[in-house]
């Protein structure tokens, strides 16, 4: 199947609010498994929660640093 994914990654920095956002599309047939692929070698906890018309969006905390990752269907 596939997706576009939004990447969010949010700024540690105390005065700074913005955050880092990546856009691509890729081709995966489980979202969280590709993920875990694509983290290996990290340390991980991945939250996922199904959306509406088959887009998911997995909170993970990488390495100490909260990133979103949302797979919505192409």
Do not use: S
């Not at 979202?31 to 991980?44: D, F, M, N, S």
């Amino acid at each position: 199947m596939e997706y576009e994914l939004v990447h969010e990654i949010q700024n540690q920095c105390p005065n700074n609010q913005m955050r880092d956002i990546f856009f691509e599309e890729i081709e995966c047939d489980d979202p969280e498994t590709w993920l875990r692929q694509r983290l290996a070698g990290k340390t991980l906890e991945l939250t996922v929660d199904p959306g509406t018309n088959g887009a998911l969006t997995i909170h993970a905390l990488v390495d100490g640093m909260l990133e979103k990752y949302v797979f919505t269907p192409i």
